[in-house]
């Protein structure tokens, strides 16, 4: 199953409305009476009903608007590895046993075509994630018993303010003002609807463009060190995670031949971030070439099934200054 | 204004109903229709009717049973430099003039009389708090603006588990195991109806029992680094804040003619958590003589107006074994 949060004019706006779509992205049936998704996690009784209409991408909300809870994981320890190496900073041997993750904001998530607000001095980056949505995660919970309590999977932009960021995490305390709100792709989709969903993973290429020119070609289903089960029983070691928790993964990040990666323009996979792109030009060149995001950047992040067809809908982000 | 969250066994039990309590907290009105306070704090037009009932403090949930965000300063500096000294770490000078504040899990607050469920290994502690809860903030709020989005003030037990944090701090993202959930104030109330709330602060004594013996008769209106308007304004400096938003101010902690303070049974005024208390017998003793909590333990948090009427009804937990 296919779901979607759609926006509306009505009494719904905060949350959206709750709808099915269909496998190819094109239509959709929207809940009756009208009940956003965190109710359908909370328990309720929901139908879908009437003729179906258009699905429109651009009228979609993230799946959950807002969240009780998003704990980003850094799963790729890849990514962690390429990007404290760019900061000079050591990454202890510990990262590649015991998960990474923090407490995300998740008061309110962009919608996936929502603008990027901010001040490029900020060093706006975008992260391409996966992400996945759960029921109700008992404390202490196993890996196999996190796996079962999976909802729903879908694609996370989660926004990093580079230049922010080294001041923050040298207090201890994660990220506040560095990680502003992020977004998710339009459409959530239940596992056994992805068939390249196995063991906790999603297997299938994250796509991302910037300004209409290949970034990241990267493989989701491969370098995680740490899959969902994982993540999520690190998450419940010492409380219950409530229904419409997101768990995201970390960027998603490819070794090549055991060490960095190369750009999609050498015929590399790429990168899910501006950050490992500046790294790899800092170590072949001394200096990075690529810059953060400005004004009138456009980031787009999607995934295609075998067909070609878009399974989740694009994240489709313009920058804009505060 | 006072209001609370009622625990039922209807269609709403998730989120509570929202009443209005009178101000010696012995009767309450609930809503009619039943909504919750993040309704409430979405702007859903709501009433109060019918005759008023007991108020009966052990039948509440904490004002926002779950909410969209939580995030907790550190705004009694004091207690940063008291618990990193204990720890052996180093407190750079600029956390006098940055707030230093994490992102909390918010999706399921304990009651405030719900059980604390752990594993004593943890090193498991309280922190007593202020916390406001607020509504829509922009980003780039200014204090003024963050102080008059303030609805509601409460107080907070967050508990922590220190034998769990120093792993986590060192990972440089903030805490996910070591800060499980938190228990708030059976009562929320909006400043106006505080004759204690001056410019962003609490004034008033924040009033700690351990097994029914004064551990804490902190005053949480000095010693307080940043007021919640500067801390409100951290937070949104760079991202909007949802309406619904909890601002903690971190361990209420009190200096004693510029140094650390000391124990209640010692005439002092005693601390608001247990690590700090072992920080000080650490300085006295050379090692501290203090335990963490353990199973049949039970802490009591809550806070008297001028005549010995509690303000905000108690936080009162038991440990008890995971």
């Given at each position: 199953m296919k779901v979607a949060s759609i926006r509306t004019n009505g009494a719904a706006e905060r949350d959206g409305i709750f709808a099915v779509v269909d496998d190819d992205l094109t239509a959709c049936r929207i809940s009756h009476p009208h009940c956003g998704l965190q109710s359908v996690l909370d328990g309720m009784d929901w139908q879908v009903a009437g003729p179906p209409v258009a699905f429109d991408p651009?009228?979609?909300?993230?799946?959950?608007?807002?969240?009780y809870q998003f704990l980003d994981g850094s799963a790729y320890v890849n990514h962690v590895a390429l990007v404290r190496r760019a900061r000079g900073a050591q990454m202890p041997d510990s990262f590649w046993h015991d998960p990474l993750m923090y407490q995300g904001g998740s008061d309110g998530f962009l919608a996936p075509t929502d603008p990027i607000v901010g001040n490029p001095d900020w060093g706006i980056d975008f992260e391409g994630e996966i992400a996945v949505i759960t029921g109700h995660v008992p404390m202490g919970a196993s890996r196999e018993q996190a796996l079962a309590a999976i909802r729903f999977v879908m694609l996370c932009n989660?926004?990093?303010?580079r230049n922010l960021i080294p001041g923050e995490l040298a207090k201890g305390f994660g990220f506040v003002q560095s990680k502003p709100a992020c977004a998710f792709s339009p459409v959530a989709v239940t596992v056994d609807d992805l068939?390249?969903?196995?063991d906790g993973t999603l297997h299938g290429t994250l796509k991302i463009d910037v300004n209409g020119e290949p970034f990241g070609r990267v493989?989701?289903?491969?370098?995680?060190?740490?899959?969902f089960g994982q993540l999520i029983a690190h998450a419940a070691k010492t409380r219950n995670l409530g229904a419409g928790t997101i768990i995201g993964s970390g960027t998603v990040s490819n070794k090549l031949d055991g060490g960095p990666g190369k750009a999609v323009a050498q015929g590399g996979a790429g990168y899910a971030c501006i950050a490992e792109q500046r790294m790899i030009e800092t170590i072949e060149h001394?200096?990075?070439r690529t810059r953060f995001l400005d004004a009138g950047d456009r980031v787009r992040i999607w995934m295609e099934d075998d067909t070609g067809?878009?399974?989740?809908g694009a994240i489709d982000q313009l920058v804009q200054l505060i």
């Open positions: 651009a009228r979609c909300f993230s799946p959950l608007p807002r969240a989660d926004v990093s303010l068939p390249g969903w196995r493989d989701a289903g491969v370098d995680m060190t740490f899959d001394g200096s990075p067809r878009s399974i989740f």
